[in-house]
Each structure stands twice: as structure tokens, then as C-alpha cells.
């Protein structure tokens, strides 16, 4: 599970509508529901997942910590030079936007 920002990103925007996580490569609603071919298909309780799927909630607050990380890096916090464009305001806005009052 070492996915970058845009494979992360790729799997939120590919999320139909109605998933909540996602194993391997399938998603799955909140009524235990695969979505294959454009539709859901409910398997009235004949597939029990042993495996851990992925919530879809957990990738998008990963994919919003990563784009902050890369801010700040773009600041150069994370780096020895401090021409990026990217104003500190600007990712201290951003960062109290996802992280809150701490």
C-alpha cells in the first residue's frame, strides 16, 4: 500500500457512487455491495471478506496529508531553499483547515 498522490487520487475519482472502501481492485458499498461493470451486485451474505479493504473515507484524509506535505515541503521546510511561489500564509491556511484547532 504504497500508492503515490495521483494513484490515490485515481482511486477517489474512479469511486462510484455509494463506496466506501475498496479491496484489490473492487468497490464496495456500505450494504456489502461489489461494483463491477458499471453496477452493483449484492451477494447476500455468500462472500465474507477475510482480507482488510480500504476505507474511501481513509484515502481522501491521506491524499489531503500528502498535498499538504508537498506544500510544506514547497516552502522548503522540509528542504534547504525557500523559492517555491507557495506562501507560508497559504499552507498554514490550509493546514488549520484539515488538521483544526490542535
Same mark, same amino acid.
Given at each position: $500500500? !504504497?500508492?503515490?498522490?495521483?494513484?490515490?487520487?485515481?482511486?477517489?475519482?474512479?469511486? @462510484?457512487? =455509494?463506496?466506501? !472502501?475498496?479491496?484489490?481492485?473492487?468497490?464496495?458499498? =456500505?450494504?456489502?455491495?461489489?461494483?463491477?461493470?458499471?453496477?452493483?451486485?449484492?451477494?447476500?451474505?455468500?462472500?465474507?471478506?477475510?482480507? @482488510?479493504?480500504?476505507?474511501?473515507?481513509?484515502?481522501?484524509?491521506?491524499?489531503?496529508? $500528502?498535498?499538504?506535505? +508537498?506544500?510544506?515541503?514547497?516552502?522548503?521546510?522540509? +528542504?534547504?531553499?525557500?523559492?517555491?511561489?507557495?506562501?507560508?500564509?497559504?499552507?498554514? +491556511?490550509?493546514?488549520?483547515?484539515?488538521?483544526?484547532?490542535?
Amino acid at each position: $500500500m !504504497s500508492e503515490t498522490l495521483e494513484e490515490l487520487k485515481a482511486i477517489d475519482a474512479d469511486a @462510484p457512487d =455509494g463506496a466506501v !472502501s475498496i479491496f484489490k481492485n473492487t468497490y464496495i458499498d =456500505g450494504n456489502g455491495r461489489f461494483y463491477s461493470d458499471g453496477a452493483w451486485f449484492g451477494v447476500n451474505g455468500c462472500i465474507e471478506i477475510k482480507q @482488510p479493504t480500504r476505507s474511501l473515507s481513509d484515502i481522501k484524509r491521506i491524499i489531503e496529508l $500528502m498535498e499538504l506535505l +508537498e506544500d510544506i515541503s514547497a516552502l522548503g521546510f522540509l +528542504e534547504e531553499t525557500n523559492d517555491s511561489g507557495k506562501s507560508h500564509r497559504d499552507v498554514c +491556511e490550509k493546514a488549520k483547515l484539515i488538521l483544526g484547532d490542535l
